[in-house]
Nanobody, 123 residues
Framework: QLQLVESGGGLVQPGGSLRLSCAAS????????IGWFRQVPGKEREGVSC????????YYADSVKGRFTISRDNAKNTVYLQMNSLKPEDTAVYYC????????????????WGQGTQVTVSS
């Protein structure tokens, strides 16, 4: 059974850092794209970053470029999102999802989703 479990969210002050983890089970990362998305109440879910297992290519939303870094550990079947220089506008529920190998930053491209982890950036 394919499953994605996010962890690592929490409360952090502006300028702080968090590392989110997305642990996959029931499949291997080798042939898929793993994306990170976020959503705040009343707004559409937006793509944050994704990593393609085929060649390791990474993509970022303009709003997080230079601050967030996506990476993967194939041995642990886990994808990470390192978030630095966090801002209050980064506050959201963060989700990871798996999609076919050409997926990008659009939620409709993804088939399976985790349950989400809350990130709150506040002083």
């Amino acid at each position: 059974q394919l499953q994605l479990v996010e962890s690592g969210g929490g409360l952090v002050q502006p300028g702080g850092s968090l590392r989110l983890s997305c642990a996959a089970s029931g499949f291997t990362l080798d042939y898929y794209v793993i994306g990170w998305f976020r959503q705040v109440p009343g707004k559409e879910r937006e793509g944050v970053s994704c990593i393609r297992s085929s060649d390791g290519s990474t993509y970022y939303a303009d709003s997080v470029k230079g601050r967030f870094t996506i990476s993967r550990d194939n041995a642990k079947n886990t994808v990470y999102l390192q978030m630095n220089s966090l801002k209050p506008e980064d506050t959201a529920v963060y989700y990871c999802a798996v999609g076919p190998y050409r997926s990008g930053l659009h939620p409709y491209e993804y088939d399976y989703w985790g349950q989400g982890t809350q990130v709150t950036v506040s002083s």
